[in-house]
């Protein structure tokens, strides 16, 4: 499974960047695999989850502003970590158990605990990440506390980024398979329009934006209905500007 960790050090030199650990432990700077589609959906400077296929055999799970205790900057700013996990379909029940405990208020904390753990302050880049440590994390999820035997309900839902919500969604993860086809299967973020992301058709997503205290069913007939609107304005527009340059007709 590859590992990419995101934060910052102490010192203002040691700006924000991804790091990519490898097996021997040894790093080096590399941006995980991560989709524009995702980067626009989610708020990465607030606690994000994000659980993604990037083809028929990877799967990334993406967890970004984790914030430990008491890590902070030389302006006494706090100092976030993201995580990135990129494993294959085979690795599903160790990133839903993963992506279950940041989702849990009560596991949340350990699991921001370990983490900070693993990514001490100092080194090269002001920070650097405990390999033993990350393998552990990942060691400790491998167990199958997660039977995930019941085919998904493929219906695609929204909902508020409430702590009733996100119990669900993680005992959805916890009973059920994800969707077996490729791209972005679950977003839980912070300030994000609920438009954008109904518009991008989430199978589960989760904002503080979205005022639906329960999950609600993404209308596909509205999006098309929206789509058609937005093709028309558009030949509107285009039509419009070919009016503009095009010669004047002569009388």
């Known amino acids: 499974m590859k590992i990419y960790v995101q934060s910052r050090g102490f ?6 960047r991804w790091l990519h650990v490898y097996g ?10 991560i989709s524009l589609e995702v980067t626009n959906l989610i708020d990465s400077e ?7 296929k990037l083809n028929r055999e990877e799967i990334l799970l993406l967890i970004t502003g984790i914030e430990p205790d008491e890590r902070v900057d030389f302006l006494d700013r706090q100092i976030r970590i993201s995580v990135a996990w990129v494993g294959l379909i085979s690795d599903e029940p160790v990133l839903k158990n993963l992506a279950v ?16 753990q693993a990514v001490p302050l100092g080194g090269k880049y002001g920070f650097y990440i405990d390999s ?3 393998r552990q994390l990942i060691l400790a999820h491998s167990s199958p506390q997660l039977p995930a035997n019941k085919p998904p309900n493929l219906t695609k839902k929204i909902g508020k980024n409430s702590a ?3 119990t669900q969604l993680a005992e959805e993860l916890t009973e059920c ?52 609107l937005l093709i028309k304005l558009a030949s509107y527009w285009v039509e419009s500007i070919c009016n503009l340059i095009s010669p004047h007709k002569e009388n």
């Open 11 to 16: 010192e203002q030199e040691y700006d924000y």
């Open 24 to 33: 021997d432990g040894t790093t080096e700077q590399e941006i995980p695999p």
């Open 46 to 52: 607030s606690n994000s989850i994000v659980l993604e």
């Open 101 to 116: 405990r940041a989702l849990q208020a009560e596991e949340q904390y350990s699991l921001t605990a370990e983490i900070n």
């Open 132 to 134: 033993e440590k990350m």
């Open 164 to 166: 009733k919500l996100r």
């Open 177 to 228: 398979q994800l969707p077996t086809q490729p791209g972005t299967l679950v977003i839980v973020t912070g300030i994000k329009k609920r438009e954008t992301l109904e518009n991008a058709v989430i199978w589960r997503s989760l904002s503080r934006l979205v005022e639906a205290d329960d999950w609600e069913k993404i209308s596909i007939t509205n999006l098309i209905v929206r789509l058609k």
